[in-house]
């Protein structure tokens, strides 16, 4: 038994949490927030049998695109109402994938 932990952008986790539903994962699901960009995210927790762990990571993998966004270098309010903040291209989206080994799990 595994447990799958995948980050993903908020803006992917409707097709992310329908894409698994619909490939038979039992999802949970918890908005969470990064430490980088410090927008939201959502944390997918998903319980598996060894055999099917390649098989959600694909469905994850098609579902959680990578993209480019506009972001300020400073945020404004650092730098006063006037500053105009320089904008630049980061790469977002895609999912971060944990695979933790399950030594018990019971379902009450």
């Given at each position: 038994m595994k447990?799958?932990?995948?980050?993903?952008?908020?803006?992917?986790?409707?097709?992310?949490?329908?894409?698994l539903t619909e490939g038979g994962f039992f999802v949970t699901k918890l908005a969470t927030?990064?430490?980088?960009?410090?927008?939201?995210?959502?944390?997918?927790?998903?319980?598996?049998?060894?055999?099917?762990?390649d098989s959600a990571i694909e469905i994850i993998k098609?579902?959680?695109?990578k993209r480019v966004e506009k972001e300020p270098t400073v945020p404004p309010t650092e730098m006063g109402e006037f500053f105009t903040p320089i904008m630049v291209d980061v790469?977002?989206?895609g999912a971060t994938v944990f695979v933790v080994d399950v030594d018990?799990?019971?379902k009450i």
């Open positions: 447990l799958i932990i995948a980050i993903v952008n908020n803006d992917d986790s409707s097709t992310v949490q329908s894409a927030s990064g430490g980088f960009l410090m927008k939201g995210n959502t944390t997918f927790f998903v319980g598996t049998n060894d055999d099917k762990v098609a579902n959680a695109k790469l977002v989206g018990r799990f019971e």
